[in-house]
């Protein structure tokens, strides 16, 4: 196979269009709803799918961010390297925090940990005496982060510098949820230990929620990539990804016919079935099957039986302007939110974005 060849090859699977400057709009329009606080982005697990690398750049040299915040301290070497050209000292944060065997990996990549436990704590101090390093207060969601009643003696211990103070919210997708304004009111107790350091609470989340939540560093994700932090669809944030596959073959049924694995959908009267080169290995949920819908040519088109791994079939009968092979089915996009295509196929919006398969061709605009 040639180059061409393998090209071609891989335009006959399922692609992303990343609109890059929608991205830099939604940074900037987080950036604006809390004004008074820096905005960081959060690029962890491949900026959500979107992909770490082109997003971070794009958020460093278009919309100015020079803060970062990842899972890993793995990501963290790799977004260094990334972001070497744009934003070589940009400050990038690790949520997980140190481990005795990942220490190299700060110093080498000039990482900053959360500080999450005792144990890291006295690793870090030990180490890196005096280097700063966020710290992660639990404040009610008992995932990860310090206890209040330990700060004290975390402050305390010789060699600690907090420059973020930091906690998270249980509850963002419910504004007003009566837990969110309980964390924030312990957040603010607890901060009072550390006058010196910056102080980070909100989410995409507790971004759009009132400025009680912004504070002075800001951490949105989800809502950089497009989607929807709430229990609803917020139409303030643009959409980034547009998510295609080919039809490559169209079918006419009689009605008792089936369609797909387990015969789940059968036709009731002469249906036509195009099928499409895109299934649960891209990232689209067997959930959607017979719910989820695209768009072809400008009309919507419901899916028709089960979502395979490579393949689905859409019910294409009552399309005002039938589809040929080789016409896209849109999945995701302006006019498919990730909050209705979640929706519909019973998962959450992290959940659809973050598992995007590694063959789902990126294409940057
Ligand atoms: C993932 C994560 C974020 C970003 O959350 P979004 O809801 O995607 O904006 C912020 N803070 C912490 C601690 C996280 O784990």
Same mark, same amino acid.
């Given at each position: 196979?040639?180059k061409?060849?393998?090209?071609?090859?891989?335009?006959?699977?399922p692609?992303?269009?990343?609109?890059?400057?929608?991205?830099?709009?939604?940074?900037?329009m987080?950036?604006?709803?809390?004004?008074?606080?820096?905005?960081?982005?959060?690029?962890?697990?491949?900026?959500?799918?979107?992909?770490?690398?082109?997003?971070?750049?794009a958020?460093?040299?278009?919309?100015?961010?020079?803060?970062?915040?990842?899972?890993? %301290?793995?990501?963290?070497?790799?977004?260094?390297?990334?972001?070497?050209?744009?934003a070589?000292?940009?400050?990038?944060?690790?949520?997980?925090?140190?481990?005795?065997?990942?220490?190299?990996?700060?110093?080498?990549?000039?990482?900053t940990?959360?500080?999450?436990?005792?144990?890291?704590a006295?690793?870090?101090?030990?180490?890196?005496?005096?280097?700063?390093?966020?710290?992660?207060?639990?404040?009610?969601?008992?995932?990860?982060?310090?206890?209040?009643?330990?700060?004290?003696?975390?402050?305390?211990l010789?060699?600690?510098?907090?420059?973020?103070?930091m906690?998270?919210?249980?509850?963002g997708?419910?504004?007003?949820?009566?837990?969110?304004?309980?964390?924030?009111?312990?957040?603010?107790?607890?901060?009072?230990?550390?006058?010196?350091?910056?102080?980070?609470?909100?989410?995409?989340?507790?971004?759009?929620?009132?400025?009680?939540?912004?504070?002075?560093?800001?951490r949105?994700?989800?809502?950089?990539?497009?989607?929807?932090?709430?229990?609803?669809?917020?139409?303030?944030?643009?959409?980034v990804?547009?998510?295609?596959a080919?039809?490559?073959?169209?079918?006419d049924?009689?009605?008792?016919?089936?369609?797909?694995?387990?015969?789940?959908?059968?036709?009731?009267? %002469?249906?036509?079935?195009?099928?499409?080169?895109?299934?649960?290995?891209?990232?689209? %949920?067997?959930?959607?099957?017979?719910?989820?819908?695209?768009?072809?040519?400008?009309?919507?088109?419901?899916?028709?039986?089960?979502?395979?791994?490579?393949?689905?079939?859409?019910?294409?009968?009552?399309l005002?302007?039938?589809?040929?092979?080789?016409?896209?089915?849109?999945?995701?996009?302006?006019?498919?939110?990730?909050?209705?295509?979640?929706?519909?196929?019973?998962?959450?919006?992290?959940?659809?974005?973050?598992?995007?398969?590694?063959?789902?061709?990126?294409?940057?605009?």
């Open positions: 196979m040639n061409k060849d393998a090209k071609d090859a891989v335009t006959s699977g692609w992303a269009e990343i609109d890059l400057s929608a991205l830099c709009a939604n940074y900037d987080l950036s604006a709803a809390a004004p008074a606080a820096e905005t960081a982005g959060v690029v962890k697990c491949n900026a959500y799918g979107v992909g770490m690398e082109p997003a971070a750049k958020l460093a040299k278009r919309s100015g961010c020079q803060t970062f915040f990842v899972a890993y %301290p793995e990501e963290g070497a790799i977004l260094r390297a990334a972001l070497a050209g744009d070589p000292d940009a400050d990038i944060f690790v949520f997980h925090g140190p481990s005795p065997t990942t220490l190299g990996v700060f110093r080498d990549a000039r990482l940990p959360v500080i999450n436990s005792a144990e890291q006295g690793w870090w101090a030990q180490a890196f005496p005096s280097i700063p390093c966020a710290l992660h207060a639990d404040t009610g969601m008992n995932r990860l982060g310090l206890g209040l009643e330990t700060l004290g003696d975390i402050n305390a010789s060699g600690m510098n907090v420059s973020v103070f906690s998270h919210l249980a509850c997708a419910e504004p007003d949820h009566e837990m969110n304004a309980r964390q924030r009111d312990a957040f603010a107790e607890a901060s009072a230990l550390f006058p010196d350091a910056r102080k980070s609470l909100a989410a995409s989340a507790g971004v759009l929620m009132d400025a009680s939540y912004h504070y002075d560093v800001t949105p994700g989800i809502a950089l990539y497009g989607a929807s932090p709430f229990s609803e669809d917020e139409r303030r944030i643009k959409s990804i547009t998510l295609k080919p039809i490559i073959q169209i079918r049924i009689n009605p008792g016919d089936s369609v797909g694995y387990n015969a789940t959908f059968t036709a009731t009267k %002469p249906a036509r079935i195009a099928t499409v080169s895109i299934g649960y290995g891209d990232g689209i %949920p067997v959930g959607g099957s017979g719910r989820a819908c695209a768009i072809v040519n400008g009309e919507r088109a419901q899916i028709a039986g089960r979502v395979s791994m490579d393949l689905i079939g859409l019910d294409i009968t009552s005002a302007e039938p589809p040929k092979i080789g016409d896209a089915a849109a999945f995701l996009g302006p006019d498919i939110r990730i909050f209705e295509a979640a929706s519909a196929c019973g998962v959450n919006s992290y959940e659809l974005l973050t598992g995007l398969g590694g063959r789902v061709d990126r294409r940057y605009l």
